[in-house]
């Protein structure tokens, strides 16, 4: 894989994200994220660590929007990673320093756990362009911090610290050395039940179809709106955006 580092360290997956300097989520580094949780479902593999240097993801690929005003296929890939992450029955712990906003938090959120290093910081900025999160943001957010805290986050599109991000618990660690740290986890996960673990985890998120459903058709929905595209033509060209509310 081009974009993406699959490695295994006994029992435990390691998922590093490789298109430096920001890691930022184009469609083949989607395509490969897909790959590479699919293939941490292998029985041998009873927990994951997804990580990023120096950071973890810096959001979308802000150019491959502006395709998605002709096709939103672009969107998809992402959505389907995170799902798959999701999906895996066995602990899963993202290591995040630097950056993890709009999708790089998606991602993120995909995993049972975050580890945080000091210097990172989170969002889901979508909002500033125009458009809202759209691979599960609205859904897990809420789901994690409640429907207050995940309201400002995701109307206003403000950075979060570290510690912030623990108070509110988006974070469930903050610390120095973040991969050493989710390793030493992920490692006593893998000794744990794992069948029980993934049972466990289907449990918990049974009954979120629903609401990935609606963030989907109005993420879709707005990239048939002119703020969008005056949003993401705004950002490209580095310059704020003039929104009609239209």
């Known amino acids: ?77 992402l959505a389907n990673a995170i799902l798959a992450l999701e999906r895996l029955a066995k602990p899963t712990i993202a290591a995040v320093r630097g950056f993890a906003l709009g999708g790089g938090l998606e991602l993120a959120m995909g995993a049972d756990f975050r580890y945080l290093a000091s210097d990172a910081k989170v969002g889901q900025p979508e909002i500033l362009l125009g458009i809202i999160p759209g691979a599960g943001g609205t859904q897990r957010l809420t789901r994690l911090i409640g429907y207050r805290a995940a309201r400002d986050l995701i109307l206003t599109g403000r950075h979060v610290s570290a510690d912030e991000a623990l108070e ?37 998120s049974a009954g979120s179809a629903e609401g990935l459903a609606v963030e989907r058709k109005q993420f879709i929905t707005l990239f048939e709106t002119h703020d969008a595209k005056e949003g993401v033509q705004a950002f490209i060209e580095k310059r704020k955006a003039s929104f009609s509310g239209e």
């Not at 930022?24 to 897909?34: F, G, N």
Request: hydrophobic share 50%.
């Open 1 to 77: 894989m081009e974009f993406v580092e699959y490695t295994v360290d006994g029992s435990v997956a390691v998922v590093k994200l490789n298109r430096p300097p920001l890691n930022a989520l184009s469609t083949a580094l989607a395509s490969e994220l897909l790959e590479a949780f699919v293939r941490a479902g292998d029985p041998s593999i009873r927990a994951l660590v997804v990580t990023g240097s120096p950071h973890f993801a810096a959001g979308a690929d802000i150019k491959e929007f502006q395709a998605m005003f002709d096709s939103t296929d672009v969107a998809s890939e």
């Open 168 to 204: 509110l618990g988006i974070a469930d660690k903050v610390v120095d050395d973040v991969f050493d740290a989710a390793m030493d986890a992920a490692r006593s996960w893998a000794a744990g039940p794992t069948a029980a673990y993934g049972a466990a985890k289907a449990a918990l």
